[in-house]
């Protein structure tokens, strides 16, 4: 896992810059560094050595003539089967790398060359005859990439903060990217919090070309077909076979290998799998609460025993937790996942002992763990006509008990009714999904701020077929395509970098991920259970304890850490007169909204964290 930037086209002091840009980067690959430049454009790479130690390994890498050159981030599980299609057909190798097999690849197949990849990866490829380079991300976006234009020139790099090095870059916000930010917590691709800054979505690749043009394709989607016949027991007989093969591609390193366990179905199954494969008393990593009801670590306790392996566990408290800035260290743009700290210290155990570490990533996605899977479902089953399922939501919203509105499971059913009364896919997912809809919009932003953004659209990746006009398994696709790759594997990624661990996600295989997609809904969601296929591998496994356990999800107490620990430093940030985020939100509704949250009328943790994370940010 590495750190990779560079910059294409004229820009005065170029190379001193790439080279600045590159030791921004330096906790991304602590283990060695590497420029390369000509006349039209220069590298920079940062390594952290997990294949071939050895000098070899350096990079930018080129081919055998030094006319075509990549600096890459991540790694290639299929690259045995492509170096030996290579050979056979005249290419040379100098190292064990799965780098090098890039350059070779392009050679052969030109621009196409990332659909034969099998793996997570963000690659720069520079070909000097050409004149032309390529930007690429993975399937699922498990390796981030960020890009800019200068003039003539583009720059590129793993992380915002390398960019960010270019004085002569604009700072200025992006306000479309504030109000998706409070909109959903996140930013996806291909906004960023800065307007001059773009975010390069997953499965896509950008060529920029000698005359200047920037072209950007995507080179992959999930199929759409028809679901396949098959049982629940071939299913589970598939999924399993499938993941022992990606197990035994991705233990493969030169150095020690982990497991991030939660003790949920995802990561449980991770474990199982890495330790029938040959992973015998292979590392587990586990962090847990001192509010009961966020720990953990009882159940991952259990499936660490169950395989015989080695776990490590750390207890966090508020007081470990008490600085969010730390987040935007890592970021540099408003993020408000508030696993997002706890992801951070867990890396941190994991790296003590392990260069790589796998994860459950992509389980939840893939086989239906969230709750909007469940409302889709439904949906589908309810969807019997739009004035009668509208008008049987809101009599069903009026007869719900009083006081009820903020508590998790009523909050499930609420938000649900909510969708279910919606006139189409777009707005329904809005409804589920989101923090604010457009009227809380309206009464939080500030007058100049919402006439700015009112006609954005925080989801103009969603259809807006009316509900039952469309397959509810899209809504399953539409959320993979950017909360897994632009918040759930833009943290993963941040946080376990940000120590100089590689994370690897066994159930983001292509292979594994276009199966899932093949199944019918009723394998991934049965009544109102999500991962239906999942939790009958893991009874099989480990029994009924972690089959059968609600989905906890990996997060902290910070709906109570705002009321203790964190109040002070929040009063003093949302509060100050100075603050910077009264250009965004009025401080009349924020106020209300922080009385409410404090004497426990409502939980307003999503919206309260969001707003300090942008205050911190706009401080910056």
């Given at each position: 896992m590495c750190g990779i930037a560079g910059i294409a086209g004229r820009l005065d002091d170029r190379d001193a810059l790439v080279r600045v840009m590159t030791r921004r980067l330096a906790?991304?690959?602590?283990?060695?560094?590497?420029?390369?430049?000509?006349?039209?454009?220069?590298?920079g790479h940062r390594r952290l050595s997990i294949l071939d130690l050895s000098p070899n390994g350096h990079q930018p890498m080129a081919n055998e003539d030094g006319t075509v050159l990549v600096t890459f981030n991540g790694e290639i599980y299929n690259f045995a089967e492509l170096r030996a299609q290579l050979e056979t057909a005249g290419h040379r190798f100098r190292s064990r790398t799965d780098t090098e097999v890039l350059v070779h690849l392009y050679e052969e197949r030109g621009e196409d060359f990332v659909v034969a990849l099998r793996g997570m990866f963000a690659l720069?490829?520079?070909?000097?005859?050409?004149?032309?380079?390529?930007?690429?991300?993975?399937?699922?976006?498990?390796?981030?990439?960020f890009w800019a234009r200068l003039g003539k020139a583009i720059l590129f790099a793993s992380e915002i903060k390398a960019l960010l090095a270019c004085p002569a870059l604009s700072r200025e916000a992006d306000p479309d990217a504030i109000d998706t930010f409070l909109t959903l917590q996140f930013i996806p691709a291909p906004l960023t919090g800065y307007r001059s800054i773009r975010r390069l979505s997953a499965a896509t690749v950008l060529a920029f070309e000698g005359d200047g043009e920037v072209r950007l394709h995507r080179y992959w989607n999930p199929s759409d077909g028809e679901p396949r016949l098959i049982t629940l027991g071939e299913a589970a007989e598939e999924v399993d076979s499938q993941l022992r093969r990606v197990m035994r591609e991705q233990l493969v390193s030169d150095v020690p290998v982990g497991v991030l366990l939660s003790g949920g179905i995802d990561s449980s199954l991770v474990l199982a799998a890495a330790s029938d494969e040959g992973a015998k008393g292979i590392d587990a990593f586990s962090i847990g609460f001192e509010e009961t009801a966020y720990d953990e670590v009882p159940h991952a306790r259990h499936v660490a025993a169950a395989v015989g392996a080695k776990h490590h566990v750390q207890t966090v408290r508020a007081d470990d937790l008490v600085e969010p800035s730390k987040i935007l260290d890592t970021f540099d743009e408003p993020f408000a996942d508030v696993a997002a700290l706890p992801t951070m210290v867990l890396s941190s155990l994991a790296r003590e002992r392990v260069k790589v570490a796998l994860t459950g990533d992509g389980g939840d996605e893939l086989f239906g763990g969230y709750q909007h899977h469940l409302v889709a479902h439904w949906m589908a089953r309810l969807a019997f006509g739009a004035k009668p399922r509208a008008a049987m939501a809101r009599?069903?919203?009026?007869?719900?008990?009083?006081?009820?509105?903020?508590?998790?499971?009523?909050?499930?059913?609420?938000?649900?009714?909510?969708?279910?009364?919606?006139?189409?896919?777009?707005?329904?997912?809005?409804?589920?999904?989101?923090?604010?809809?457009?009227?809380a919009r309206e009464k939080l932003y500030s007058p100049d701020f919402y006439a700015e953004v009112a006609r954005s659209d925080p989801y103009p990746f969603v259809s807006a077929s009316p509900l039952g006009d469309l397959d509810p398994a899209r809504l399953f696709r539409v959320a993979g395509d950017y909360v897994l790759a632009d918040q759930l594997l833009m943290k993963s990624d941040l946080s376990s970098m940000t120590v100089g661990l590689e994370c690897r996600s066994p159930f983001l295989d292509v292979p594994l991920a276009e199966f899932a997609a093949s199944l019918p809904i009723d394998l991934k969601v049965r009544g109102f259970h999500g991962k239906h296929l999942l939790r009958f591998l893991a009874a099989r496994r480990f029994g009924r304890e972690v089959s059968r356990r609600k989905k906890q999800g990996f997060t902290m107490p910070v709906d109570r850490w705002l009321r203790d620990a964190l109040r002070p430093l929040a009063e003093d940030l949302l509060f100050s007169p100075n603050a910077r985020l009264q250009a965004y939100v009025r401080a009349?509704?924020?106020?209300?909204?922080?009385?409410?949250?404090q004497e426990e009328r409502a939980d307003h943790r999503r919206i309260l964290w969001a707003c300090l994370m942008l205050e911190l940010w706009l401080r910056r």
């Open positions: 906790h991304r690959g602590p283990d060695d560094e590497g420029f390369w430049s000509s006349e039209s454009c220069a590298l720069a490829l520079w070909d000097e005859r050409r004149r032309r380079l390529l930007l690429a991300r993975d399937h699922f976006g498990q390796k981030p990439l009599h069903a919203l009026r007869l719900l008990p009083p006081g009820i509105r903020f508590r998790s499971t009523w909050r499930l059913i609420r938000r649900s009714l909510e969708a279910l009364g919606q006139p189409d896919w777009r707005t329904a997912t809005t409804a589920m999904r989101s923090t604010l809809d457009h009227s009349t509704t924020l106020a209300s909204l922080w009385r409410a949250h």
